[in-house]
T-cell receptor
Protein backbone atom coordinates (compact mmCIF):
# COMPACT_ATOMS: atom_id res chain seq x y z
CA UNK A 1 0.00 0.00 0.00
CA UNK A 2 1.07 3.55 -0.62
CA UNK A 3 1.01 6.46 1.79
CA UNK A 4 1.87 10.12 1.71
CA UNK A 5 3.03 12.26 4.63
CA UNK A 6 3.17 16.02 4.50
CA UNK A 7 5.43 16.96 7.34
CA UNK A 8 4.06 20.42 8.06
CA UNK A 9 0.41 21.27 8.53
CA UNK A 10 1.05 25.01 8.35
CA UNK A 11 3.94 27.06 6.98
CA UNK A 12 3.98 30.81 7.62
CA UNK A 13 6.48 32.80 5.56
CA UNK A 14 7.13 36.43 4.68
CA UNK A 15 6.59 37.70 1.17
CA UNK A 16 9.62 37.32 -1.15
CA UNK A 17 11.17 34.70 1.13
CA UNK A 18 11.91 31.17 -0.12
CA UNK A 19 9.69 28.29 0.96
CA UNK A 20 9.87 24.50 1.03
CA UNK A 21 6.85 22.27 1.62
CA UNK A 22 7.88 18.78 2.56
CA UNK A 23 6.39 15.53 1.32
CA UNK A 24 7.46 11.94 1.98
CA UNK A 25 5.87 8.87 0.51
CA UNK A 26 6.07 5.13 0.99
CA UNK A 27 5.58 2.56 -1.71
CA UNK A 28 7.02 -0.80 -2.65
CA UNK A 29 6.59 -0.10 -6.36
CA UNK A 30 7.33 2.72 -8.76
CA UNK A 31 5.25 5.81 -8.21
CA UNK A 32 4.04 8.90 -9.93
CA UNK A 33 4.04 12.03 -7.78
CA UNK A 34 1.97 15.18 -7.92
CA UNK A 35 1.55 18.51 -6.17
CA UNK A 36 -1.81 20.26 -6.22
CA UNK A 37 -2.86 23.70 -4.96
CA UNK A 38 -6.24 24.61 -3.52
CA UNK A 39 -7.39 28.20 -3.09
CA UNK A 40 -10.20 28.89 -0.59
CA UNK A 41 -13.55 27.33 -1.48
CA UNK A 42 -12.24 25.94 -4.74
CA UNK A 43 -11.22 22.57 -6.14
CA UNK A 44 -7.64 21.42 -6.50
CA UNK A 45 -5.52 22.22 -9.52
CA UNK A 46 -2.28 20.62 -10.64
CA UNK A 47 0.96 22.45 -9.88
CA UNK A 48 3.40 19.88 -11.22
CA UNK A 49 3.98 16.17 -11.60
CA UNK A 50 6.85 13.70 -11.69
CA UNK A 51 6.41 10.73 -14.00
CA UNK A 52 9.97 9.79 -14.96
CA UNK A 53 13.22 11.30 -16.22
CA UNK A 54 14.72 14.40 -14.64
CA UNK A 55 14.24 14.47 -10.90
CA UNK A 56 13.76 18.24 -10.87
CA UNK A 57 10.31 19.14 -12.05
CA UNK A 58 9.15 22.66 -12.81
CA UNK A 59 5.52 23.65 -12.49
CA UNK A 60 3.25 26.64 -12.74
CA UNK A 61 3.57 29.86 -10.75
CA UNK A 62 7.34 29.44 -10.28
CA UNK A 63 7.13 26.27 -8.18
CA UNK A 64 9.44 23.32 -8.58
CA UNK A 65 9.88 19.96 -6.85
CA UNK A 66 12.66 17.43 -6.60
CA UNK A 67 12.09 13.70 -6.60
CA UNK A 68 14.52 11.89 -4.30
CA UNK A 69 14.09 8.15 -4.59
CA UNK A 70 16.57 7.21 -1.87
CA UNK A 71 14.83 9.47 0.65
CA UNK A 72 11.35 8.81 -0.78
CA UNK A 73 10.67 12.52 -0.85
CA UNK A 74 9.11 15.01 -3.22
CA UNK A 75 9.54 18.43 -1.62
CA UNK A 76 8.00 21.52 -3.22
CA UNK A 77 9.99 24.74 -3.39
CA UNK A 78 9.66 28.31 -4.53
CA UNK A 79 12.56 30.79 -4.31
CA UNK A 80 10.39 33.85 -3.66
CA UNK A 81 6.74 33.68 -2.60
CA UNK A 82 3.96 36.18 -3.17
CA UNK A 83 0.87 36.98 -1.13
CA UNK A 84 -1.15 35.26 -3.85
CA UNK A 85 0.59 31.94 -3.08
CA UNK A 86 -1.39 31.70 0.15
CA UNK A 87 -3.30 28.45 -0.27
CA UNK A 88 -3.36 24.80 0.73
CA UNK A 89 -0.96 22.47 -1.02
CA UNK A 90 -1.43 18.73 -1.40
CA UNK A 91 1.14 16.12 -2.27
CA UNK A 92 -0.23 12.99 -3.97
CA UNK A 93 1.03 9.62 -5.17
CA UNK A 94 -0.28 7.19 -7.72
CA UNK A 95 1.22 3.72 -7.96
CA UNK A 96 0.64 0.34 -9.48
CA UNK A 97 -1.40 -1.88 -7.22
CA UNK A 98 -3.58 1.01 -6.21
CA UNK A 99 -5.78 0.82 -9.24
CA UNK A 100 -6.86 4.25 -10.27
CA UNK A 101 -6.66 5.59 -6.77
CA UNK A 102 -4.47 8.54 -6.05
CA UNK A 103 -3.46 8.90 -2.41
CA UNK A 104 -3.38 12.46 -1.09
CA UNK A 105 -1.46 13.86 1.82
CA UNK A 106 -3.22 15.79 4.57
CA UNK A 107 -2.22 19.13 3.06
CA UNK A 108 0.03 22.01 4.06
CA UNK A 109 -1.42 25.45 4.57
CA UNK A 110 1.00 28.08 3.21
CA UNK A 111 0.39 31.51 4.68
CA UNK A 112 2.36 34.35 3.10
CA UNK A 113 2.66 37.47 5.22
CA UNK A 114 3.39 40.98 3.98
CA UNK B 1 -13.35 23.85 -22.58
CA UNK B 2 -13.26 20.45 -20.95
CA UNK B 3 -13.71 20.15 -17.23
CA UNK B 4 -15.73 18.97 -14.27
CA UNK B 5 -18.86 20.70 -13.09
CA UNK B 6 -20.23 20.26 -9.61
CA UNK B 7 -23.58 21.58 -8.55
CA UNK B 8 -24.82 23.19 -6.46
CA UNK B 9 -21.93 25.17 -4.98
CA UNK B 10 -23.75 25.53 -1.65
CA UNK B 11 -26.35 23.13 -0.28
CA UNK B 12 -28.32 23.15 2.94
CA UNK B 13 -29.93 20.03 4.31
CA UNK B 14 -32.28 19.45 7.15
CA UNK B 15 -31.49 16.58 9.46
CA UNK B 16 -33.05 13.35 8.26
CA UNK B 17 -33.09 14.34 4.58
CA UNK B 18 -31.23 12.77 1.71
CA UNK B 19 -29.50 15.12 -0.72
CA UNK B 20 -27.80 14.47 -4.04
CA UNK B 21 -24.70 16.27 -5.26
CA UNK B 22 -24.15 16.45 -8.99
CA UNK B 23 -20.86 15.84 -10.81
CA UNK B 24 -20.52 15.96 -14.59
CA UNK B 25 -17.36 15.77 -16.70
CA UNK B 26 -16.72 16.24 -20.41
CA UNK B 27 -13.09 15.09 -20.36
CA UNK B 28 -13.93 11.58 -21.56
CA UNK B 29 -12.34 10.22 -18.40
CA UNK B 30 -13.12 6.68 -17.32
CA UNK B 31 -12.47 7.08 -13.60
CA UNK B 32 -14.38 9.38 -11.27
CA UNK B 33 -14.06 10.00 -7.53
CA UNK B 34 -15.79 11.64 -4.61
CA UNK B 35 -13.79 13.11 -1.74
CA UNK B 36 -14.82 14.70 1.49
CA UNK B 37 -12.73 17.52 2.91
CA UNK B 38 -12.86 18.63 6.52
CA UNK B 39 -10.57 21.27 8.06
CA UNK B 40 -7.18 19.79 8.90
CA UNK B 41 -8.03 16.34 7.54
CA UNK B 42 -7.09 16.59 3.90
CA UNK B 43 -9.07 14.61 1.35
CA UNK B 44 -10.84 11.40 2.28
CA UNK B 45 -12.09 9.10 -0.46
CA UNK B 46 -15.80 8.27 -0.31
CA UNK B 47 -16.42 6.31 -3.51
CA UNK B 48 -14.75 5.84 -6.84
CA UNK B 49 -15.72 4.39 -10.19
CA UNK B 50 -13.44 3.06 -12.89
CA UNK B 51 -16.11 2.23 -15.43
CA UNK B 52 -19.80 2.75 -16.10
CA UNK B 53 -22.13 0.69 -13.91
CA UNK B 54 -19.34 -0.18 -11.48
CA UNK B 55 -18.06 1.58 -8.37
CA UNK B 56 -16.12 0.80 -5.19
CA UNK B 57 -16.23 2.05 -1.64
CA UNK B 58 -13.49 4.30 -0.48
CA UNK B 59 -12.32 4.89 3.07
CA UNK B 60 -15.48 6.58 4.40
CA UNK B 61 -18.40 5.22 2.36
CA UNK B 62 -20.85 4.75 5.24
CA UNK B 63 -23.88 7.00 4.87
CA UNK B 64 -23.22 7.73 1.19
CA UNK B 65 -24.35 6.18 -2.08
CA UNK B 66 -23.40 6.71 -5.72
CA UNK B 67 -24.38 5.63 -9.21
CA UNK B 68 -22.54 5.58 -12.52
CA UNK B 69 -25.11 5.12 -15.24
CA UNK B 70 -23.27 7.34 -17.71
CA UNK B 71 -19.57 7.90 -18.26
CA UNK B 72 -20.01 11.63 -17.82
CA UNK B 73 -21.95 11.59 -14.57
CA UNK B 74 -21.21 10.39 -11.03
CA UNK B 75 -23.80 11.74 -8.55
CA UNK B 76 -23.31 11.36 -4.81
CA UNK B 77 -26.23 10.97 -2.40
CA UNK B 78 -25.68 11.90 1.21
CA UNK B 79 -28.22 9.86 3.14
CA UNK B 80 -29.76 10.45 6.53
CA UNK B 81 -27.50 7.67 7.82
CA UNK B 82 -24.47 9.98 7.51
CA UNK B 83 -24.17 11.33 11.04
CA UNK B 84 -21.98 14.33 10.33
CA UNK B 85 -22.49 15.40 6.71
CA UNK B 86 -21.43 19.04 6.99
CA UNK B 87 -18.29 19.25 4.86
CA UNK B 88 -16.82 20.34 1.53
CA UNK B 89 -17.30 17.68 -1.16
CA UNK B 90 -15.02 17.39 -4.17
CA UNK B 91 -15.52 15.38 -7.32
CA UNK B 92 -12.57 14.41 -9.50
CA UNK B 93 -11.80 12.39 -12.60
CA UNK B 94 -8.73 10.80 -14.15
CA UNK B 95 -7.79 9.03 -17.33
CA UNK B 96 -7.15 5.31 -17.46
CA UNK B 97 -3.44 5.48 -16.78
CA UNK B 98 -1.94 6.03 -13.36
CA UNK B 99 0.36 8.76 -14.58
CA UNK B 100 -2.50 11.09 -15.43
CA UNK B 101 -3.36 13.83 -13.03
CA UNK B 102 -6.73 14.28 -11.38
CA UNK B 103 -9.06 17.04 -12.51
CA UNK B 104 -11.30 18.48 -9.82
CA UNK B 105 -14.61 20.26 -9.76
CA UNK B 106 -15.08 23.46 -7.75
CA UNK B 107 -16.70 21.64 -4.87
CA UNK B 108 -20.03 21.63 -3.05
CA UNK B 109 -20.27 22.91 0.49
CA UNK B 110 -22.97 21.00 2.34
CA UNK B 111 -24.35 22.32 5.60
CA UNK B 112 -26.86 20.61 7.83
CA UNK B 113 -29.33 23.06 9.38
Amino acid sequence: AQSVTQLDSQVPVFEEAPVELRCNYSSSVSVYLFWYVQYPNQGLQLLLKYLSGSTLVKGINGFEAEFNKSQTSFHLRKPSVHISDTAEYFCAVSASGGGFKTIFGAGTRLFVKA
Amino acid sequence: DGGITQSPKYLFRKEGQNVTLSCEQNLNHDAMYWYRQDPGQGLRLIYYSQIVNDFQKGDIAEGYSVSREKKESFPLTVTSAQKNPTAFYLCASTGVRMNTEAFFGQGTRLTVV
